[in-house]
Structures are given as C-alpha cells and as structure tokens.
C-alpha cells in the first residue's frame, strides 16, 4: 500500500483496524445466515424485502448486517434499493482459500487472540488456554472440539495439498528409497509417496496423538506395510531421529519452532543421515510471494503461532531458514520457488561435503 496517504486516508485505514473484529464478525453472519448466498442469487440484484422473506430473519438484524456488509465493501446499493455483491463479497462468499482463512480465524484463532499480548511478554501460547493446558497445540491437536479441529485440518491441508503434486515429481526424480516424513501429521504425504512410487518405504515420525491418526488413515491400504511410526517429541533434545533415511521430508513442520528449536532438531537430523541423503524442507515464506494478499496471510498466521500453537514460533523468511540450515552444516543445493500454483518454496539440501 502506497506510503503516500493523506491524513484522511491514513485516519479511515486506522478505523478499519479499530473496528475490524466488528466487521469480520458481520461478514461471517451475513455468510452463515445465508444473506451473500440470497443477494447473489438474482442478476438484477435483490431487495430488503426479498432477503426478510428467504432467510425468516428480522428487518432491523438484516438492516444492520447490510450497512456494516456496505461499509465494508462487500456490498453495495443502487438507487432502487437493490442490492448486489461486490467483488470482495464474491470472494467471501465462495472463494475456497478466503473460507479456509475465514473458518481458521473464527474456530481456532479468534477467542485466543485477545491473549496476544500477554504471549509476546511471556512468551507463551496464552490464547491456547481457551482449549486446555497443554504447552503447545501440538499434543492437543487431536483433543480439540471438533469443529476447531476441522477448521484447523482445512487450513494445514489447504496449504499444503497445493505444493505437494509438483514436490512428488522433484523429490522422486533420484530414488528415494527409505523417506522420512518428519510431523507426517495425518499421514496425507505419506500416502501420496505410496502412491507415486510402489517401492517407497515412508516412516512417519510425530507426537502420539497425530501417529495415531496417520495409522488410522493408512492401516486398510494396500501399501500399509510399507508405512512405519516413530513416535517421537522433537522438543525434547534427547530424543534422536533414527538412521536410515535417504530423504528426510519436513513440511509446513520447521514453522512449528522457535530458531534455536530449529537449529537443535536440524542438527539431530544431520546425525542422522549419511552424506549422500537428502533433507527437503517445504514452506510457504513469507518474502516470497507473488501476490501481496498471500504475504499478509501468513505475516498474520505468526501470530496464531505466538499467541495459540507455541509463544515461539513463525512464518519464517527464507533467509532465516537458508542461515538456520547452513548454521547446522548443511549446504542448499536447489530452492524450487512457488512451485505449482502453491505458496511454498521447496529447499532441497545434503549435508555440506
Ligand atoms: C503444521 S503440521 C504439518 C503437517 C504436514 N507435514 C503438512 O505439510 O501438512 C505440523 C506437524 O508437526 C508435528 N509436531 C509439532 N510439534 C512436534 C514435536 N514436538 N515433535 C514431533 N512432531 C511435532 C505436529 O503434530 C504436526 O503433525
């Protein structure tokens, strides 16, 4: 956004902040209530009356949804009164990505998220409590009301599903042989490497919770004996990765942990493989966007980090992660930028020779 503002400008952007829970909250009511799905029915636009008569709901609660749907810029009214969907209503309405980021923000985020400030002093995930007392969402992941843990899964999936086509073809174009999927989580990469390749063994290693998860997904398919678990709690030190992988996979993972986590689970990774495996880390950077839209997405998902996941986490700069890998005696033989349509960069590396 320009820098160039005029003080009026500059004092509606900072309304908008002041009152964004107001209108993120309106947006979801005008979608939930079926009021965006009612307007953008009708070509011509549709009246007051019309949306009274479809959704049952009072003309004073629908009146205040327009306005603020007005205010907002998802909205907008003719001079017969008729009312049509913007651009940007379109989007809330039905843009996949925009519900993902909506749901995510709403289920997981939104109570916790008073709790900012108080994580960034104590350096803890406050906002976590709203759920229970575990030190990280992580080992409460598979325990959270259900419709959280939807909106959380969708928002991991979303993400990643994009990257992970074009990463099978880059991953499988060397053999592979043994894989280790570090945080396999549900076990969605894991199978999609079954797939692609019939002679692939994977080993998923991640907390209980997820482990069990992963089997559950995996255990009635034909591939299912060449799937292994290793339950395994990365922020405790003293737990080793075993050997024996020649190409250890870490997605949407590394954004999980604090730099000096980063460096200790890097480092118990370079004990454990050979010089000829490879370590590929998959992440959507925050410098590395094409569209400004996905940058702010995810400068606002460190903050789910800080204040629900861990207190100490983030979206990381690419230059972050480089000087992470190379600190822990790595060496990046490729960065593979925003493959596919996805928001990711691919970082491949080996231990420096
Ligand atoms: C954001 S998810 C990423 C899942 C998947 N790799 C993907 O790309 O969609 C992070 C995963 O890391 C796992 N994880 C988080 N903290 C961990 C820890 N301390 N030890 C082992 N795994 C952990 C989580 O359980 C989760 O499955």
Redesign the pocket.
């Known amino acids: 956004m320009s820098k160039q503002m005029s003080a009026i400008e500059a004092k509606y952007e900072a309304q908008k902040i002041a009152f964004a829970p107001f209108y993120f909250h309106a947006t979801i009511a005008l979608k939930e209530l079926g009021i965006l799905d009612c307007i953008s029915k009708n070509r011509r636009g549709v009246l007051l009356k019309e949306i009274v008569d479809e959704t049952g709901l009072s003309i004073y609660g629908i009146k205040i949804l327009l306005e603020a749907g007005i205010a907002a810029n998802l909205l907008e009214e003719n001079e017969e009164g008729y009312l049509f969907l913007t651009s940007v209503g379109q989007f809330i309405r039905s843009d996949r990505m925009t519900e993902v980021n909506l749901n995510f923000t709403k289920d997981v985020c939104y109570s916790g998220l008073a709790s900012l400030k108080d994580s960034i002093v104590n350096g803890k995930p406050e906002g976590l409590k709203v759920f229970g007392n575990w030190p990280?969402v992580?080992q409460g992941?598979s325990e959270l009301p259900k419709k959280v843990k939807k909106s959380w899964f969708e928002f991991?999936?979303f993400y990643?599903d994009d990257a992970f086509p074009y990463a099978l073809d880059i991953v499988f174009s060397e053999n592979v042989g043994q894989l280790f999927?570090?945080?396999?989580?549900?076990g969605?990469?894991a199978k999609a490497c079954c797939e692609f390749d019939k002679n692939v063994k994977v080993k998923i290693?991640?907390?209980p919770?997820?482990l069990n998860v992963a089997k559950d997904n995996i255990i009635n398919e034909q591939y299912a004996d060449r799937v292994s678990y290793h339950e395994?709690?990365?922020?405790d030190d003293q737990q080793y990765i075993p050997e024996g992988a020649g190409v250890v996979w870490?997605?949407?993972?590394l954004?999980?942990?604090g730099a000096h986590e980063i460096l200790s689970i890097l480092k118990r990774v370079y004990e454990a493989i050979d010089n000829n495996a490879r370590v590929y880390i998959?992440e959507p950077f925050w410098n590395n966007q094409r569209f400004p839209a996905s940058r702010f997405c995810l400068v606002g998902t460190s903050m789910y980090f800080t204040c629900i996941a861990n207190g100490n986490s983030k979206m990381y700069h690419s230059e972050e992660m480089k000087e992470m890998v190379v600190d822990t005696g790595f060496e990046v033989l490729d960065t593979f930028e925003l493959i596919g349509d996805s928001y990711h960069t691919l970082l491949k590396l080996r231990k420096r020779q």
């Open positions: 990280t992580y992941l991991d999936h990643s999927d570090v945080g396999g989580n549900t969605k990469w290693l991640d907390l919770g997820q395994i709690d990365l922020l870490m997605s949407q993972f954004d999980c942990f998959l």
